[in-house]
């Protein structure tokens, strides 16, 4: 084709067809910037459909770590729940009882003041959208600022969990821990009781739930521990609905991935 289109520029000049020549050369200039053209905008389609192979991946990946992150969730929402129960169920046999009735089980439903369940983002699909530089590729600025918004808020309520939890394995822990405790001529009794950690309040011997009742039921040590069982009940409340605010925002975003992606997963 090349070959052709000299051999006419040759003859023409051969020719002295000047006028004809440049009539031939501008229309020879016209149909290399068309095929430029063309191949521009072959090559811009080309990019393209990577870009959107790429988006269907990212946001599959995303909705992905969305579903993982409220199953997550809903581990954490039985956790606190349950500690809020146990917490409840104490506070109600001291008002019942005036003071704290020591066995097995109450040991059992007090000791919930150490529970904590550790609260991880789920992040993976985003950071790696970040990471490579590709974030415009989500063509759709209310998906990809729901996206940011989102996991902004969502850093946030994780510090604020992660925040709770350290001032409990701080405060409340030690302190509960220490009211459990015995002293003195007592202590040997506590320290030759053989028992992992996990097992401690499941099946205490007998001597053992005296020695714990007798600390616990100190007017000060009373006191403390009620206080101890509010403040550990509330932090778990807290949480609960906390992470039912997370699950709504999870839902809320998974619809708006529905509504601009048919190709999801319901």
């Not at 939890?165 to 822990?173: H, S």
């Not at 499941?202 to 521990?225: A, D, M």
């Amino acid at each position: 084709m090349i070959k052709f289109f000299r051999h006419i520029r040759k003859s023409l000049l051969m020719e002295n067809k000047n006028s004809r020549y440049f009539k031939y050369a501008i229309g020879e200039i016209i149909l290399v910037v068309i095929g430029i053209l063309i191949a521009l905008q072959i090559n811009n389609w080309n990019e393209n459909r990577k870009d959107r192979k790429k988006e269907r991946i990212y946001i599959t990946n995303i909705q992905r770590d969305l579903k993982a992150q409220l199953k997550s969730l809903d581990r954490a929402i039985q956790g606190e729940s349950s500690s809020f129960e146990s917490l409840s169920n104490a506070k109600k046999s001291f008002h019942q009882n005036n003071k704290f009735v020591v066995n097995n089980k109450n040991l059992a439903e007090i000791s919930a003041i150490n529970d904590r369940f550790t609260f991880n983002i789920i992040d993976t699909a985003l950071e790696e959208i970040k990471s490579s530089g590709n974030l415009d590729i989500i063509t759709n600025s209310a998906v990809k600022d729901s996206l940011l918004k989102y996991y902004d808020e969502l850093k946030l309520q994780a510090q604020i969990i992660a925040n709770n939890n350290y001032q409990n394995d701080n405060t409340a822990m030690i302190k509960s821990l220490n009211l459990t405790s015995v002293m003195g001529n007592d202590l040997k009794s506590w320290l030759d009781f053989n028992a992992g950690i996990g097992d401690t309040f499941k099946k205490l011997p007998e001597n053992i739930i005296q020695l714990v009742s007798k600390s616990i039921n100190i007017p000060n040590n009373t006191l403390v521990l009620y206080n101890l069982i509010n403040y550990k009940r509330s932090v778990s409340y807290f949480h609960i609905n906390l992470y039912k605010e997370i699950e709504g925002n999870i839902r809320d975003l998974n619809n708006l991935l529905l509504e601009n992606y048919p190709f999801l997963e319901k």
